[in-house]
Each structure stands twice: as C-alpha cells, then as structure tokens.
C-alpha cells in the first residue's frame, strides 16, 4: 500500500495548535528519516539507557525470568502491546515513506483536506494564513466557541479605525502624521486602537525631524482581513503609494490662491486684483454722518 500524505497532514493538522507550514512539514519528513536509520534505545528500570539491537552485533542473551518460558514471551508481545509495532493497516503510514516532499505536493494534499472539510460540513475549516495552515472553527460556531471560553463578543472597529488601519497597510512603513495629512483628522485614537488589538505595530523612527515612530501591519491583520500576505491586498486607486506621494508633495508646496482660483470678481482691468485697501474706522463714522442717505427721516407729524 502506498503511502498516504493526506493521512498524515491531518494528523499534523489536528495535533499542532499552531499554523504548520511547508517548511515545518519537509522538517517533519527529514526527521523521521533520521530517527529510522539511528538505533533504537530502551531504558531499564535501572535508568540506564542500552540499544535493542545493532546491525552486525551479537545480541546478548535476554534475561528471562524465572518460571517464564521464552515462548510465553514471545506470544505476550502483540501490536498492542509493542508501541514500535505496527499494525497491517498503519502501513500506508510509515512504510516507503518518500524522503523528499515537494511545496505543490504538500498544498495538493491541503487543498484536498479543505476540499472534504467543506463537503462533510464538520464544523472546522482549513485556512492557510501568513505563517501556514491551520484547523479553525467554522465562523457560525462562533457564538458557542466564546460560551466554552467565556469571553465577551468581539467589539467591531469604528469607522475611523478602518480608514486608519487602511491607510498604514497600504502606506507601510507611516508615521502618524502622514496618516493625519491623508486623512485630514487626529489619528490618534484610531493608532491606540489598533495597536490594542495587535493589529498594527512599531516598525521603528522615520529619518525625519524629531523622529517620529513608524506604523506597520502584523500577521495577526493578514488574519483579520483574510489573507496570506500583503500582497493579496485589494489594488487600491487611492492609496497606492505614487497617488499619496504626489498629494502629499502638493500639500507641502501649497501656494496662495489667487482671485480668479477662488472664483473672485475683478475691478479695474483684466487680470487685476479687488481692491483691498485698509478704511480707517473713524473716516468711515465721518463720511457716515455727512451722507445725507445715514441722517434718520423725520417724524411724521400728528394732526
């Protein structure tokens, strides 16, 4: 019987509490390899630790104990009894296991097991993130996941957090400030937040005038937002990288407007500018009081 990858993914799968990547499965592999060609050890009551058998060696004579026959011992060692033993239908598991597994052959086996998790609707899902796979819960058993645990249902993020947390994972590696520039508001609630839900961190201090800190995405956002890397982001028209680059350079290098940008009359000429001469307050009372049109009209007068 050839051997079962699949079989042995799920094991792992199911056993590890942690993403289990490419990597860690090849290292797996390479492992068991190294532990079938070293001898096997048993440890005594006395502590001290002898090999079982070794090629080419002459085995000692097994101590046997009184009144026990050598067959008796033999027939009492059954697969059940033997850990090291292996039953007739664990060979698919640990014989011609191949000592070299490929990326595309591990993510077949994987995209196989996601494939029949879905199909037989048990309740977990196979969700490949930043750092590897993982068995998680399918969303719907949320509710009951938090009941087991007794924790408070998730608090959702504001709408300002969102923009936020858009704006430093498109722009990573930002400081506040450029996020306040982009935004056009205080992103300061909005940074606390998110670094206290481990989605954001200090990436370090930006060459720039007092050093300000720098903001970036963690794996723990990969996994909020779904997604293997940083990459598989949506393209955005509005804050790639070039876009900001330019707004920012232009908000830098604001000029007065002038009369005609802001939609201003002209006076005498074209291209000429309104007229915005300083008035005294005290010529503008006398010229008030000498104008026939600021004298109050009379009382009519009574019969």
Request: hydrophobic share 40%; no cysteine; charged share 25%.
């Amino acid at each position: 019987m050839a051997f079962n990858l699949k079989k042995v993914l799920r094991a792992l799968l199911f056993s590890s509490s942690r993403p289990l990547s490419v990597k860690d499965v090849q290292a797996a592999f390479t492992r068991f390899h190294e532990q079938a060609t070293s001898p096997v050890t048993e440890d005594d009551d006395s502590g001290s630790v002898t090999p079982v058998e070794v090629p080419g060696a002459e085995a000692p004579a097994p101590a046997v104990p009184e009144g026990v026959s050598i067959p008796a011992l033999q027939e009492a060692a059954t697969p059940e009894s033997d850990p090291l033993a292996l039953a007739p239908e664990d060979s698919e598991l640990y014989q011609e296991v191949p000592s070299l597994v490929t990326a595309s052959q591990i993510r077949e086996a994987m995209d196989q097991i996601a494939e029949e998790l879905r199909i037989f609707d048990l309740g977990l899902r196979l969700v490949e993130g930043g750092s590897g796979y993982q068995l998680v819960t399918e969303p719907r058993f949320a509710k009951w996941v938090r009941v087991l645990r007794n924790e408070p249902p998730p608090v959702r993020l504001s709408q300002s957090a969102l923009e936020t947390m858009a704006v430093i994972a498109y722009r990573q590696p930002v400081t506040r400030t450029e996020i306040e520039n982009i935004r056009g508001v205080s992103a300061e609630a909005g940074v606390n937040k998110l670094l206290e839900r481990e989605l954001i961190y200090i990436v370090g201090r930006a060459d720039l005038p007092g050093r300000p800190l720098q903001y970036g995405t963690t794996d723990k956002f990969l996994e909020f937002v779904g997604v293997r890397s940083l990459d598989e982001l949506p393209a955005s028209d509005v804050l790639s990288n070039r876009q900001i680059d330019d707004w920012l350079q232009k908000s830098t290098d604001a000029h007065t407007p002038t009369d005609v940008e802001m939609g201003l009359p002209l006076e005498v000429g074209e291209g000429s500018s309104p007229n915005f001469d300083e008035v005294s307050v005290e010529h503008s009372r006398e010229s008030s009081v000498e104008s026939p049109l600021a004298q109050p009209e009379p009382p009519p007068a009574v019969p």
